[in-house]
């Protein structure tokens, strides 16, 4: 029998990466030409992977950005950024313990993200977490990424977890979509990398710590999803 479970976008929600994604974005910004991006910054460049972030970097300082060199900044971002792994990035403040409840309470957890998953499984792995996940699904595991709800869903039967039993923990618009379009409640942090503060996207829940995540209220989401 399908178990239920709790899904978790990366970046800005489990895990603060921010300190270790501006510092390898500001190499290849360097490298380009361009001034550094500043950390209030990031907010509005994540969320779609290293590709989209570059992107929006270089439309930030208003430069052209052909294809060719996105694709050799990208390479470079990614083998600067998956050579430093783990950095400073750390789980946020409650993460941890709001896993173990979960497990406590006989849920499955997993990872949706839109980093790829060979970074994604290689953080997650050096910062010990591994084990805690039954599946860890990044923008390259399957042919659609968020907000395709497909990626989600996906992620959900890829973990053995029961989709009329599954919440979404996300920081942004994108993850906030991706639910909703699935049928699946969403609750948002609202510490996470967005330049727009998640209320506007209205998720099911808002909090702005872990410890408010809590077996009750995802039990209370899915039965109002039930009825």
Do not use: W
């Amino acid at each position: 029998m399908s178990r239920p479970i709790v899904v978790f976008d990366l970046d800005g929600t489990l895990i603060d990466t921010a300190p270790d994604l501006l510092t390898s974005l500001n190499h290849c910004l360097g490298i380009a030409g361009l001034e550094r991006a500043e950390p209030a910054e990031l907010r509005s460049f994540v969320g779609m992977g290293g590709r989209v972030m570059i992107e929006r970097a270089f439309l930030a300082q208003q430069r052209a950005l052909p294809q060719t060199q996105l694709d050799e900044l990208l390479a470079t971002f990614l083998d600067h950024y998956g050579g430093n792994i783990p950095g400073e990035s750390q789980p946020y403040p409650g993460a941890l313990a709001a896993l173990d409840r979960f497990q406590q309470a006989g849920y499955l957890a997993a990872i949706c993200t839109n980093k790829y998953e060979g970074l994604s499984t290689s953080l997650i792995g050096a910062l010990g977490l591994a084990p805690r996940f039954a599946a860890i699904c990044g923008q390259d595991t399957f042919a659609f990424r968020k907000p395709d709800p497909r990626h989600l869903t996906e992620t959900i039967a890829l973990a053995g977890g029961d989709p009329a039993r599954a919440v979404m923990i996300g920081d942004s618009r994108t993850d906030i979509d991706t639910a909703k379009a699935a049928g699946i409640p969403v609750v948002a942090v609202d510490f996470g990398y967005t330049d727009r503060h998640v209320r506007e996207f209205e998720p099911s829940r808002i909090i702005s710590h872990f410890d408010e995540l809590t077996v009750d209220v995802v039990e209370e989401l899915l039965g109002a999803m039930a009825r």
